[in-house]
């Protein structure tokens, strides 16, 4: 039976499109994170607490009653050097969000690479595009306001 078998035209060009991928710059590699009120869902192992802030106050009070807690079970973020796309959305947050991804401690903070920015407004989505270095960062929305997260290059 030939039926399954490729025509020789088509097997060399599936090779030659093949090869062309491998090869290629796959460009940076894409992280979802998914803010709702005070939280990163994916950071917290996709548990939504529920919360829901009509101000970043209200984020301040309830971080200070849970957060310590929160991030003792939270999920630390483990990458490769490289670069990354960390696209957040605001999902039902009632006010501007925006995110900031930094080295963890102040040296740290001085010499690794970081990325920031707002503008997130209910419903929308943003890339924030970095190139990450091996060391220890945090993460966090300083306007919603979330705890800082930890994420790990190395």
């Known amino acids: 039976m030939t039926s399954h078998l490729i025509p020789h035209a088509l097997a060399a ?31 917290e192992h996709g ?9 970043a106050d209200d984020c301040r009070r309830i971080n200070a009653e849970s957060g310590d807690q929160r991030l003792g079970h ?6 490769k050097p490289g670069r ?5 959305s605001n999902q039902n947050v009632p006010y501007e969000l925006g995110f900031w991804l930094r080295g963890d ?12 920015g707002g503008g997130l407004v209910t419903g929308k989505t943003q890339d924030y595009e970095i190139e990450l270095k ?3 960062y945090v993460y966090s929305c300083p306007l919603n306001p979330t705890p800082d997260y930890k994420l790990v290059v190395r």
């Open 47 to 55: 548990t939504n607490h529920g919360y829901t802030p009509a101000t």
């Open 84 to 88: 990354y796309v960390f696209r957040v």
């Open 13 to 43: 060009t599936a090779l030659t499109i093949g090869l062309g991928t491998a090869h290629a710059d796959a460009g940076p590699t894409i992280i979802p994170l998914t803010q709702v009120g005070c939280q990163f869902l994916e950071s």
């Open 134 to 136: 091996p060391g220890e």
């Open 105 to 116: 401690g102040l040296a740290a903070r001085a010499l690794l690479p970081s990325v920031s």
């Open 74 to 79: 939270a999920k630390v973020l483990t990458l």
